[in-house]
Structures are given as C-alpha cells and as structure tokens.
C-alpha cells in the first residue's frame, strides 16, 4: 500500500495506525502533516482511545497538530461572531461558505480541519454595504497592490481580501462560487434563495446541503494550487456526503441542483474520484474521461516528506491541473498575464520569520 | 467607530465559559471564543458585573452602578468592551 | 552510545547517508542528513554526549542541511535548512553550516513542537528548582546563562522553555549556548577553560560562537524541573548587579507576551501561565559583570 493510501484508510479507520509498524507510523504521520490532516487525525485516534497505545514522538506530533487546528477554528468561529457584530443593524446577513459553514454546523467533518480563511456569499448588489460594514468596524483590506485590487474587482468571484486590524484571519467576501469570467457560470440567486438559517444564531446561515457539497466539488476542480489542499477538499466532499447523503432523496436532489447549476460535468467526475478514493457513498454517475482520471489520480498525493522522492509525473500532473484550474477560471488572454504575474511572485526570496507557523 | 448611535442596550457575551482569575490586584479574563485575555481594571470589572443581572441600556446602568455624573468614560468603556467582543448589542 | 564515541569519519559518513545520523536531544529524536565538509567535527563537539539513536526509532523531527545543485554549489557554496523538504529559511554560506542548524533546529521546535508552552528564554536549574531568564536579544540573556552554568548551574536550555501544559513541568533540552559578538570574549575571560566551538563571523547575528553544553546537563536531559525564578535580565555596560522583585501580575503579562505560542494553545495556555505566574517569583535584574549576577542568583536559589 502506498503512503497515500494507508493515509486515507487510517483517517477513516484511526485504529489501523496502532497495527502499523513503527517506521510506518511515523511515515503516515509525516504524509499527515504534509496534507494539513494532523488535525483530523488525532481526533479520530482520540476518539477510539487509541493515542496513548502510540510512541510518544507520534503521540506528540498529532498533539502539536491538534492544537493548531483548534486554535484555527477557534479563530474562524470568532470571525463568525465578529462578523454578525459589525453586519448588526445593516440588515446584511452573514452566510457562512466551506470550513466556516462547516464549523459552525459542528459537521464531523470539521472536527481537526486545518482553517485558513473564512470565506461568506454576499449578493453583489450589497457588497459596497459590507465593505463600508466591516471598514467601520476595523477590517481592511489586505492587499494595497493596484494589480490586485484591479482583478479581483474586474475579474474575480470574490472581493480582495479583507483581514480585521488586530486579528490574523483572512476574509473572502465572495458574490459567486465562481470567477464572473469563466465557462461555468452557477446562478448565485440560486443559491442564495436556498440558504438556511443557523439554529440559535438569527443573521448567520449555510448554503443548503446540496449546494454545500456543489460548492466543496467546485473547489476542488476549479481553485487554482491544486496539490496542497487537493485531499483535504476530496476528504470534505466525502465527509459532507457521509452526513448528509443518508438523508432520503438527497442523493437525487443532488443530481438535479448539479443539472440546475450547469455543474453536471465537474460533479459526476467528483463523485467518481470519491467512490474510488475514499469509498464514499455516492448517487449514479458517469466516470469522467482517461485524461482528467490520470492526472488527478496523480496530484491527489500529498507532497513526498522526502522532496527527492516525490516524482516529476506528480509535479507535472499538478502544473496541468493548476493550468486548467486557470482555463476554467479566465478568458486566455488573461490566463497568460496572470500565470506571469504569480510565476514571477514565486521567485520573490523567501524570508525567515521566527513565529512562522 | 464612535461616531455610529449607540443602539439601545448592551448585553453580554456568550460568558457561560469565560475563565476568571485575579493575581496581586489584576483580573484576568480568558475568553475561550476569541482565545484572547484581557487584563480588566476595576471599572470594567464593575461594569460587567452589572451586565450580568441582563442587558441593560448605559442610563440603566449608570443607574444600576450608582453613578451620577458624566456618562462619557461608561460610554466609551462600553465601545471599548463592544470592540474586544466581550458584550454585543442588542435591540430591546 | 554516544556521538562523541564515533570518529569524525564515521559522523561523517553517517551524516550524509541516505537515513542520516539520529540522536536524542532532550524530548526530541532529531535525524538530519548532511552532506557538508567540516560539519562533523563541529557537531560531535557541540553534541558529543547526546546519545544516538538507531534506525527504526521514531523520530521527531527529519532535518537536512541540502547542498544544491547547479552554479551555487561551488560558487560561492550555499547551504539550505530542510525539514520534510523545503522551509523558508534563507540559506547561508556553506562554511556556516553549523550555526544555520541550530538556528533551523530552533525554527523546527518553534513550528512544530505546538504540544508545549514555548517560552522563549534560556533556563537553569539547581537540582529540580528551574530559573527562566526570558529575554529580548542584546539583554544578556545568553551570557547570563552561559556564566550560570559554568559555575554548575545546570543547563535546561539557551532558547526554549518547554512547558508541558499537563504538567506544569519544564523539559530539558540542553544544547550550545550560541555567544554573539562581545559575549565571546566575555565569557573567555569569565572561565579560560570554557569549551567553545569556532567563531563563526558576519552572520545574521554578528560574529557567532557556541558554547559547548556541561557533559553532566546532558546526561540529565531527561529530568524535568519545575519553574520557580522568572528573572528578566538587562545587560548594561558597568553597572553593579541589581535584583528587583517583581509583582506577580506583571509576570503573568511578561510570561503571556514570552511565549511563542502562547495565542495559539488557547484556554490550556491560560491556565498554564496563570498556574506558572503562581508558582514563580518574578524579578527584574539589571547587571554589568556575570560573576555579580550569578553571584546574586546563587544567593537568590539559597535562600
């Protein structure tokens, strides 16, 4: 079994880690650290009792990577709370996208997920309020780059990103689940007439199952850096459709709302890759073409510990993908300034900071 | 940010879980939901203590604390504790 | 057996082999592959009394001195800090290699090792009792507890306190004392006989030199201390050693804003601090001369 693999059996069976030998144990560890899944993964071991049967140096690895992904929730659950401050009284409400959704739901799912940013659906028509909402009470925004400011207003789903002055968090004010210049264009007054309130929290609100999961599936074919997050998106669709594929008819409903949101294509080719990775449950569908299959078989590992290791086809799969993220994304003329643009940025030195996380 | 209208009335936080301690003659306030501490003088203490017994408007506090006088440093007290999150406003 | 117990040529060949050499420093395994002249030397020196570990233990951490390929391999020969591949440490000249590991071991704990409460401050002990010396860089933290454990202070740590949350326990993790710039030569004249690894000049810190750890901290690396001194000390040219007490809740301020990761480990670091903040005495010392300094902790520890 390949690191990868014996990864993805042990996050759903925490148990099989305690039967692994020692040097495969700290090899799963490493791959789980790579994948941003530390988190996910000491909460399955703590849960089956499992972690003091452990060595103590895996022991304290999950434990290291537990604390950060608490603390990470714990900042976007605050978001959450600060947000439904400032948008008091404006009338706007605060509807919650991906692990913020997640989160505050309590989604199995959520639990250990490593959080970055919180992102939240706006009609675009209030997005001039937000902004003014959110200035009044401290965010700004994080990029002053006229470049950034001009594409992201131009060309993008989603406002440049705002972060509050005294905490780290990033906000992503999004009007759409995709770029206002790509092929697929998902109607956000669809989702928006299906949003459903947050129980006990009036002003905070999730898109609907169905819509939650399109949304997961978007993100995983179609946000650009395919490779870092690329199993931890696989893993958020399998864990939305653990929970809420039981439901009767949902599998149906979700077929449907993938016709309705033109988003047939992208999503029976994830239901594919969910069935053959993570064995998930899914409704009827087709297998997506050998090409597509290929490559994402390919970048769906995570990065090799040992960079030596890991293989020019995974590297090569990746650049195809992040291209094709690009293409679906943007018209080509486009694609080739901004691909430059952020080439370029790569280049830039890195620097060291002694509270890097 | 002082230049909005108060609303009505101030309540607190979700403070089921704040974490209290008191050292020499500090008051430290954990609070689990933002993961900050706050190091509170005796005024703030004072004015989340009176929270407590539910929310209330700065008039009923003032009234509530005994206070007569300027209502300034309460109010801008209130804007301070608003801004760490630590009471929210509500409409009565 | 210890590193010290190979040859130079064996730490060598170890070094760079495919599993690289794997020894016990303090609560961390550390295996690192490099492929480096000179740095074996300069490691069994500075790391002589850790004991090795062999393949097949688990590790902590996989660290890697990489030499890379292409022109900056022998023009001007650069050497990068890894751990589980890249980091984003810069590198440095390839004769540096020895400070750039044990500024990127410091970089790996001060990312990784999130189970504990990471202050950042040199510690010493006398028996199980453990002084912290918190400090900003340039206050004397590591002169002070360089000449601390030359008079048989025994030696925690030059950088980390490691809390254990669960606990309230300090874990050991002795290593060099890392001397800049003036320190050197004060430490030379404070004890003739003190063992000093190379100087190595016009690093990101100035000129830079390691302190060899005392053989005997090492070979105590597994006992733990419990925290009862916070001294805050602030080197200043000729001035007579001066210890000033603290107030308690100012030292639950100075260790909050200490920590690393004091943020990040949420309600457990709370009630780690507080707990600490009540166990400790706090003081602020202001010294010129190490030998007054310690003289007054001595003191402080006797009584």
Known sequence: ??????????????????????????????????????????????????????????????????????????????EVDRLERAFFGTGLPVILLK???????????????????????????????????????????????????????????????????????????????????????????????????????????????????????????????????????????????????????????????????????PLHAALYFLERFCQTPVPGHEPPGWLLRGLITLAMLPDHPDPRRDGTSVRLARWCLYVRSHWLRMPPGLLVTHLTRKGLRRWKQHVWHRRGV | MTSAPLPISWAIGKDASWIWESIENSFFLFNPHSGETHLLNAAAVEMLEALREGAASLPELLDRLGVAGDPAPYRALLEELDRFGLIVPAWT | MKIGALTTGETTRRLASADGLAWRAGPFVVRLRADVPGFAGQLRLLYGEHRLVETGETNDFHLELARPWGLRRWWRPKVFFEMDGPTRMAPFPLDHALPLFEWGFNYAIATRANHYLLLHAAVVAQGERALLLPGLPGSGKSTLCAALVLRGWRLLSDE??????????????????????????????????????????????????????????????????????????????????????????????????????????????????????????????????PGEAVALLDGLAAS
Request: aromatic share 6%; hydrophobic share 40%; net charge positive.
């Open chain 1, 1 to 78: 079994m390949t690191g990868a693999a014996t990864l993805l059996v042990v996050l759903r069976q925490p148990e099989r880690l305690a039967v692994l030998s020692a040097p495969e144990q700290e090899f799963t560890l490493r791959l789980a650290r790579r994948a941003g899944l530390l988190g996910p993964l000491q909460h399955g071991l703590e849960r089956s009792g499992l972690l003091e049967t452990l060595p103590a140096p895996i022991r304290d690895g999950l434990e290291g990577g537990r604390v950060v992904a608490d603390s990470r929730e714990r900042a976007i659950l605050w």
């Open chain 1, 99 to 265: 692990g913020a959704a997640y989160a505050a739901l309590g989604l199995p799912l959520a639990r250990g997920r490593l959080m970055a940013d919180i992102d939240i659906l706006l009609p675009r028509a209030d997005l001039p309020q937000a902004e003014r909402a959110l200035q009044k009470h401290g965010w700004l925004t994080a990029t002053s780059d006229p470049y950034d400011q001009h594409y992201y207003r131009e060309w993008m789903h989603e406002l440049p990103p705002m972060r509050h002055c005294h905490r780290p968090t990033e906000l992503d004010i999004h009007h759409a689940i995709l770029p206002r210049t790509g092929r697929l264009q998902p109607d956000s007054a669809l989702l928006l007439q299906e949003v459903i309130p947050l129980p006990g929290r009036p002003g905070v609100w999730t898109l609907a199952p169905v819509d939650m999961v399109l949304h997961a599936m978007v993100q995983l074919f179609h946000d650009s850096d395919f490779g870092a997050n690329a199993l931890r998106d696989l893993l958020d669709l399998d864990g939305l459709l653990r929970h809420y594929g039981p439901t009767p008819g949902f599998g149906d409903r979700l077929l449907a709302r993938g016709r309705e949101l033109n988003l047939t294509a």
């Open chain 3, 160 to 289: 980390f306190g490691l809390l254990r949350p669960s606990s309230g326990l300090l874990a050991p993790l002795p290593r060099s004392i890392a001397l800049k710039n003036a320190s050197i030569a004060v430490i030379r004249a404070f004890e003739p006989s003190a063992v000093l690894g190379p100087e190595f000049p016009k690093t990101r810190k100035g000129t830079v030199a390691h302190l060899r750890p005392p053989p005997e901290s090492v070979r105590a690396q597994e006992q733990g201390a419990r925290p009862v001194w916070v001294v805050s000390p602030r080197f200043e040219a000729g001035a007579a050693a001066r210890l000033v007490p603290l107030p308690r809740d100012h030292g639950f301020l100075r260790l909050a804003h200490n920590a690393f990761n004091y943020e990040l480990q949420g309600e457990r670091g709370f009630r780690a601090v507080t707990r600490m903040t009540r166990a400790c005495r706090f003081f602020d010392l202001t010294f010129g001369d």
